[in-house]
């Protein structure tokens, strides 16, 4: 067999050219990365150069390698699908789909995964790609494992799944069903505390208040590490997804419209960094100084970034306290409660979070009990939530914050919450109830026009033919997706944007970034279910929806998009142009898995992606 290690030069540490001389001070990178970076891009260079020669050495000993049974290159770590073999073991199934958070699953794609790779190290993430450079394959990348479409299946690809990147060697654990890997034990947290920044699994600076972690950490994992290193007084957090089991690394290259989104702005523009390996084995780090064109795409490129994150560094904020109010409506005062949201939104305070909701609240005595339930614990009639989530110092703060809000809430309400405690851990236990693992789902959004009329709902459900959009308001658009959910566990939701939505797409720094589509109204519907049978009806429901919904809107965000459903526009077109060029710079051949397969029809999945992914 040839030997892969014919030309280590591509593992030369790249980083900013003034990284180590004294001007590095003028960087916007704290120097603590730039050096981490440095310690880091040595040991994976010298790992590499380990695994070459013990290669050279196994195959001085055999001639004839069954890559079925044992593979040299890839990471030890690895599953591999036998190519004799039209049926998948349990095993491998288990390695391709186990982390799928959605159940509706093309397993049709199964054979065609070539491998699943758990890599531990840098060292191993380039191994993998120096592999399918050498066979032809292509890579496909997995954080959380929480994409609606499963992004990280792909035919005839090297499935990279990131569940283990930087855990301590120490620390065994089964990564089969199941998301969050890094805060499931004080081991992990205790090892930041024993080891330096480049060897941590998770490192917090304290003088820069910057945060570096793996890109399949969660977001509660995340801020769980926050709380438990900052002490009294000291408690930092980062504004992930809301729901807890999503991965970090998908999360931010889609923008990540994580907490407070509205006002703090997209997570994305809290990523000052990131260590990379390219399509060509490359270990780069990223940022607005260093590899500027890698930087701008992964901040909304998605799964099209054609490169593979292997660590963030992400700038906190002080964990505040939470308060909210709750508005819970029948659902035929739908159109009056989402006007007055949208109305008073402009006028609320800077820590708020506004959403309206539609679904059906569980009947039980605990509507929050955490065991599943059947459909027959639901309210067959939807109702209408309007919620204010308030992130502030205080109490008293907090009261004059939601106080006139809770003065103008329309008459009406079938139950309401005003003012009352909250965190970030009980917020994460509801968001999980919302999304029920093991289940089927469809998702789809859209950025609604902000030209529609604000002047409130018209009288008439649905739309006549000679309505314009000035006649129209956003309720209007709307009602049919909040009222006509097609499972009880299924929802609709309304998310205000604005005041966010009315700033140029900017990181802090005053750079562009590949993310481009916003507007003051975020819409999204997740319907869940459990039986395959149901997939025709409720999908059916979704592209129904938006054949309604599209005409209202200027765009849609990647998060919760699932492009087997419905073609969107997730970027501007300048920014689709340069995402193709970015792109046939950095991964020419195509290696990295886009985000579908080249299959019959794919090219035109995106039109707004022009089928280069």
Not at 393 to 405: D, F, G, K, M, V
Not at 432 to 441: K, T
Not at 510 to 537: C, I, N
Request: proline share 6%; net charge negative; glycine share 8%.
């Amino acid at each position: 067999m040839e030997s892969l290690a014919q030309n280590l030069d591509h593992l030369t540490i790249t980083s900013h050219p003034s990284s180590f001389t004294s001007s590095s001070s003028s960087s916007s990178v704290p120097a603590w990365i730039l050096a981490c970076f440095a310690e880091r891009a040595a040991d994976a260079k010298a790992a590499a150069i380990n695994n070459h020669a013990s290669q050279e050495e196994k195959e001085a000993e055999h001639d004839q390698m069954d890559l079925d049974i044992v593979d040299p290159i890839l990471p030890r770590k690895t599953v591999l699908q036998s190519s004799s073999s039209s049926t998948p073991s349990d095993h491998f199934t288990q390695a391709v789909w186990g982390r799928v958070f959605n159940h509706r699953r093309d397993y049709s794609l199964t054979p065609h995964v070539h491998a699943v790779v758990h890599p531990r190290t840098t060292a191993e993430v380039i191994a993998v790609v120096e592999y399918a450079k050498a066979t032809g394959k292509r890579v496909s990348v997995r954080s959380g494992g929480h994409s609606w479409a499963a992004w990280s299946v792909r035919g005839d690809a090297i499935l990279v799944d990131l569940c283990e990147l930087e855990l301590p060697d120490t620390l065994k654990i089964d990564w089969f069903g199941h998301h969050g890997k890094y805060g499931c034990t004080e081991r992990v947290m205790d090892d930041s505390a024993e080891r330096e920044p480049a060897e941590a699994c998770v490192w917090y600076d304290e003088e820069s208040q910057v945060v570096a972690c793996p890109p399949s950490m969660t977001g509660q994992e995340l801020n769980d590490f926050l709380v438990w290193m900052g002490g009294s007084g000291k408690e930092r957090m980062f504004a992930g997804g809301h729901c807890p089991d999503v991965g970090l690394g998908g999360f931010l290259l889609q923008g990540g419209m994580g907490w407070n989104c509205k006002n703090w702005g997209w997570a994305c523009e809290s990523v000052i960094s990131m260590e990379v390996v390219t399509a060509n084995g490359q270990h780069l780090l990223i940022n607005n100084d260093s590899h500027p064109d890698l930087f701008w795409a992964a901040r909304g490129a998605g799964p099209g970034f054609p490169a593979i994150v292997t660590r963030l560094y992400l700038r906190t904020r002080p964990l505040l306290e939470m308060y909210q109010s709750l508005y819970f409506y029948p659902v035929s005062l739908f159109k009056k409660v989402l006007q007055w949201a949208i109305n008073i939104a402009p006028t609320c305070d800077p820590g708020m979070e506004i959403v309206c909701v539609s679904s059906h609240l569980r009947t039980s005595k605990n509507p929050y009990d955490p065991n599943p339930a059947k459909d027959s614990d639901y309210d067959p009639e939807p109702t209408i939530l309007a919620s204010f989530t308030l992130l502030t110092t205080s109490r008293s703060a907090a009261l004059a914050a939601l106080q006139p809000i809770h003065d103008l809430h329309p008459p009406g309400t079938k139950h309401l919450v005003f003012c009352q405690s909250t965190s970030l851990g009980q917020e994460y236990k509801q968001q999980l109830l919302a999304s029920p693992w093991g289940h089927r789902y469809c998702c789809d959004n859209a950025y609604i026009s902000n030209e529609l009329s604000s002047s409130g709902p018209s009288s008439s459900s649905g739309f006549a033919a000679h309505e314009t959009a000035e006649s129209i308001s956003v309720p209007d658009v709307l009602e049919k997706a909040f009222t006509t959910l097609p499972t009880v566990k299924s929802s609709a939701l309304w998310f205000s944007m604005s005041p966010r939505s009315r700033r140029p797409l900017l990181d802090p720094q005053g750079e562009p970034m590949a993310l481009s589509m916003q507007s003051d109204h975020y819409f999204a519907v997740y319907t869940v279910w459990s039986d395959e049978k149901d997939d025709e009806r409720c999908t059916g429901w979704v592209r129904d929806i938006f054949k309604g919904v599209e005409k209202y809107a200027v765009g849609s965000y990647l998060g919760d998009a699932d492009f087997r459903v419905r073609r969107a526009r997730f970027w501007s077109d300048e920014c689709a142009r340069k995402l193709r060029e970015v792109r046939k710079k950095w991964d020419p051949e195509g290696r990295m898995g886009g985000f579908c397969d080249d299959r019959k029809g794919d090219k035109e999945i995106l039109r707004n992606g022009g089928g280069w992914v």
